[in-house]
């Protein structure tokens, strides 16, 4: 069975830190670009990080941008999201992703439109 399971999320300070988990099973993560994405009720899901299969290449969102690296472990099959100098605004559901065709190594734009397989995603709260 094909699975995604995001793990690493809580509540934060503003000014702290978080690192995300996104553990795959199932399948080898090492043919897929991966990406991070977030959501707040009644916005669209929106791209965080995406990271490459092939050489590693990365995109970032500009919100995050200088504060948020996307990496990946292909011994471990997980992919993780380390996220610093957290902001009240980042406050969100945390859904990790994979690019819908293992044929693509990479996301394009790291759009949500992009993903095939989401993991159920975990909570992130910003707030003193």
């Keep these: ?3 995604l399971v995001e793990s690493g999320g809580g509540l934060v300070q ?4 978080l690192t995300l988990s996104c553990a795959a ?3 080898s993560l090492n043919y897929y670009a991966i ?3 977030r959501q707040v009720p009644g916005k669209e899901r929106e791209g965080v990080a995406c990271i490459s299969s092939s050489d590693g290449s990365t995109l970032y969102g500009d919100p995050v941008k200088g504060r948020f690296t996307i ?3 292909n011994a471990k099959n997980t992919a993780y999201l380390q996220m610093s100098n957290l902001r009240p ?3 969100a559901v945390y859904y990790c992703g994979t690019v819908f065709n293992s ?3 990479y996301f394009a734009k790291c759009g949500p439109h992009e993903v095939g397989s989401w993991g159920q ?4 709260t910003v707030s003193s």
Excluded: I, L
């Design 35 to 37: 990406g991070w994405f």
């Design 71 to 73: 990496s990946r472990d």
């Design 1 to 3: 069975q094909v699975q």
């Design 25 to 27: 099973s199932g399948f």
């Design 14 to 17: 503003p000014g702290g830190s």
């Design 103 to 105: 044929a693509r190594s």
């Design 89 to 91: 605004e980042d406050t």
């Design 121 to 124: 995603g975990t909570q992130v």
